[in-house]
């Protein structure tokens, strides 16, 4: 029985990628690297430092001690803030707020399971935090997404197993991470790059509760006969 709905955040909620990408890109050109074209689609769902080690594999040449990658992920980190101060409720993506509202009619958990550590400070400007029963701190963690850990964790503050979520990704790394962590995954964007998700739908704007738990209930069917 579908007990709760856990959510990535970048993506999903609020489309801040283009605001990451733009800090990665100002911090990379300071240390004299330029990105590749496709460098989003590497970088959407990634841990800090897994970005920023991306990134400098970009010049391999050049060697960083832990020290100094602390500093460029600290600095990439202030130059975010900075372009999502004025981010407002506006910036919710289309369907989400009316899908956050039927799960919490219906008595569902609601939890968020964002690699970014700025989560709570961006679902505060976008007036969802109150919205949200757990959302974990990814810097508790050991390993980052596509691990299953975060996934886990977060069913974990729901008070929930595995086979009583659902879960929303737009990343390639997020559905392998709920795939993992043995999670029903929602995949949000093109077929081709979130192979393994349960349910795909275009955009968030389809996102329809009623249809998502039929998928739901039919899954588990399926996987109890």
């Known amino acids: 029985m579908l007990k709760g709905l856990i959510f990535d955040m970048d993506g999903v909620l609020t489309r801040t990628d283009r605001y990451h990408l733009a800090a990665w890109e100002q911090l990379a050109k300071s240390i004299g690297i330029e990105l590749p074209a496709n460098a989003n689609e590497y970088l959407k769902g990634r841990s800090r430092l897994d970005s920023l080690n991306y990134i400098l594999e970009q010049a391999p040449a050049v060697h960083y001690t832990a020290t100094q990658k602390d500093e460029l992920c600290a600095r990439k980190n202030t130059l975010y803030q900075k372009l999502t101060a004025d981010m407002t409720p506006a ?5 989400i707020y009316t899908l956050l509202t039927a799960a919490k009619a219906q008595g569902l958990r609601l939890g968020v399971a964002s690699a970014s550590q700025n989560a709570p400070r961006l679902l505060a400007k976008l007036e969802l935090l109150d919205s949200f029963d757990a959302i974990t701190d990814p810097a508790t963690l050991s390993a980052s997404k596509p691990d299953p850990a975060i996934y886990n964790q977060t069913a974990k503050l729901l008070g929930l197993s595995s086979g009583e979520v659902m879960s929303f990704e737009d990343a390639a790394s997020g559905i392998e991470s709920i ?47």
């Open 179 to 225: 795939k993992a962590a043995h999670q029903f995954a929602v995949g949000i964007g093109s077929a081709e790059e979130l192979v393994g998700a349960d349910v795909i739908v275009p955009n968030t704007a389809a996102l329809d509760l009623i249809m998502l738990t039929v998928q739901f209930d039919a899954n588990i069917s399926d996987s109890v006969n």
């Open 91 to 95: 910036d919710i993506l289309p369907g």
